[in-house]
């Protein structure tokens, strides 16, 4: 079973469920609209794909030493498209946040 402390506990490490949450709060009062959402979501993009960089990266490491240097490399292109796309996401955050 579930706590309260940890349901309270995910919600304010996990930026999507914190927005969540404080739009349901908000909503007696006044409703996030669509333009406040995005650039909470784009935030949680930029660091979700930014926790699967470190991993990416060690499991290249890891084909590395293994011999599967063709695996490495995929991994490691994967990696360069990710870091292309959050280079993009950046880019669409600091518009959003210069509105």
């Known amino acids: 079973m579930v706590s309260n402390c940890d349901r309270t506990a995910r919600v304010f490490s996990d930026p999507v469920l914190y927005a969540t949450v404080q739009m349901s709060t908000r909503e007696?009062?006044?409703?996030?609209?669509?333009?406040?959402?995005?650039?909470?979501?784009?935030?949680?993009?930029?660091?979700?794909?930014?926790?699967?960089?470190?991993?990416?990266r060690r499991w290249a490491r890891t084909a590395e030493h293994l011999g599967l240097s063709t695996v490495r490399g995929y991994i490691e292109e994967a990696v360069e498209t990710l870091v292309l796309s959050n280079t993009r996401l950046l880019a669409a955050l600091s518009e959003l946040e210069s509105r």
């Not at 009062?29 to 959402?37: A, D, L, T, Y």
């Open 28 to 56: 007696e009062v006044e409703p996030m609209n669509e333009q406040e959402k995005l650039p909470i979501i784009v935030r949680h993009w930029i660091e979700h794909n930014e926790s699967h960089l470190e991993e990416y």
